[in-house]
Structure formats: C-alpha cells, structure tokens
C-alpha cells in the first residue's frame, strides 16, 4: 500500500543534540513538508519541498533544517538551536495540484 | 498571510445528535479547503474538501458548506457515532497549493 512512513515514532533528545527524524513517501509526490503540533495548537509549517534539490523555510524553520536529495525522503534535523523541541512532527505529502495532504503517523519527541 | 479560525476548540455531543465546526480565514485567494480527523497518536487523515466554486459538499454523514462572500466554511456531522470522537482540522490554502493554512482544532467527544 501507497503512504508515508515516519521513524522513529517516539524519540528522546537530550540537550545540546541534534537529532533527524525521518520521513519517506512511495506515492511518487513532489511535494512534502513538516509541520509541527503543539497541544492545543494548529499544526505550524517547519520547511517544505515541491521538487528534490530545493526547499523553503515555512513559518517557524528557526533551529531545524532539512534535505531533499531523493524524491522519496525528506529527513528533518532538530538541531540544538531549537531550545523548545518537545513536540509532535508530522510529515505531509501531496502529488498535485487537485487534492488536500496525506500525512504520516507522527514522531513524538521529547527533550530529557 | 491567511489566517484560520477555528471554533468550538471543545465540543460534546450525546450519540445520534449533529455537530458543527466552523471556520474562518481571511486571504480571498484561498481557494481549497480541506478538514482533517485526527485520532489520539496518530496523523490526521483527510476527510473532506470542498472548492471555492463549490457551495457545499456531502459525504454520507459529513457534509461541508463554504459562504466565500463571509470568507467562512464549516463541517456538518449527523447522526455522531462514538467513533467520531477526535480531533478536527479545518484548513485553507490557494491555488499554488504551497503552503496549507490550519485552524487550530476542536476535540469533539461524542458521548454513548
């Protein structure tokens, strides 16, 4: 079956580390992005990506950043300048322009 | 930017009774709204859209209507079923498909 895999789906930082969380789609989209979700809050767009090789800050890019050398993988990489990480990040594909996101299950990570 | 409204945050229901959700947005260049259920843990998963030069949109129990001249568009569900109970994302996005524009969700509970 066509989808979105994210790995791991729970990960622990300890401060000061960087960590990637992964993301691959066999879907054959274009398109992916990252959005993060706080509780309580809408989902906020981290980086996105329309074709392999290039990608754009979304609203809150600061301390993460990404790479898009395959069409089918979008890895995010928080970094140690993001000081508030704990969070839910979910990754989202779409193939065009017709319909809305399918997202994948989420990486739930924590700050320890 | 676009900005989305989202209301109740919070909504109760006894089984077999509607609920609405209601969405606003602000940028008239939106011009696809989808809405998401999210269950505990897991992505958000497509369950609805509608355009903007279309008025309303049913899918058995769900229905969607759009008022562009309010700028608002809001999610009917009948006859709720325990299994409704999640959270729910209204979005708007335009054309370019770039960027999606999320509300910040209601947690309906439907009570048996």
């Known amino acids: 079956d066509g989808g979105i895999t994210q790995s791991p789906k729970y990960l622990f930082r300890k401060e000061g580390q960087n960590v990637t969380l992964s993301c691959e789609q066999n879907?054959?989209?274009?398109?992916m992005y990252w959005y993060r979700q706080d509780p309580g809050q809408g989902l906020r767009l981290i980086y996105y990506?329309?074709?392999?090789?290039?990608?754009q800050k979304g609203d809150i890019a600061e301390g993460y950043s990404v790479s898009r050398e395959k069409k089918e993988s979008f890895p995010l990489t928080v970094t140690s300048a993001q000081k508030n990480p704990t969070a839910f990040y979910l990754c989202?594909?779409?193939?065009?322009?017709?319909?809305?996101?399918?997202f994948g299950s989420g990486t739930r990570l924590t700050v320890v | 930017g676009e900005n989305v409204e989202q209301h109740p945050s919070t909504l109760s229901v006894q089984e077999g009774d509607s609920a609405v959700i209601k969405c606003t947005y602000s940028d008239s260049a939106s011009n696809y709204f989808p809405w998401y259920k999210q269950e505990l843990g897991k992505g958000p998963q497509l369950i609805i859209d509608?355009?903007?030069?279309?008025g309303e949109k049913k899918d058995q129990r769900i229905a969607v209507t759009l008022n562009k001249t309010a700028k608002h568009f809001s999610l009917h569900i009948t006859e709720t079923q325990p299994e409704d109970s999640a959270v729910y994302f209204c979005?708007?996005?335009?054309?370019?498909?770039?960027?999606?524009?999320f509300g910040s969700g209601t947690k309906l509970n439907v009570k048996p």
């Open positions: 989202a594909s779409t193939g065009d322009r017709a319909g809305g996101y399918t």
């Open positions: 879907l054959n989209h274009d398109a």
């Open positions: 509608i355009r903007s030069n279309v």
């Open positions: 979005a708007a996005t335009a054309y370019n498909f770039n960027k999606f524009y």
């Open positions: 990506s329309q074709i392999v090789n290039d990608f």
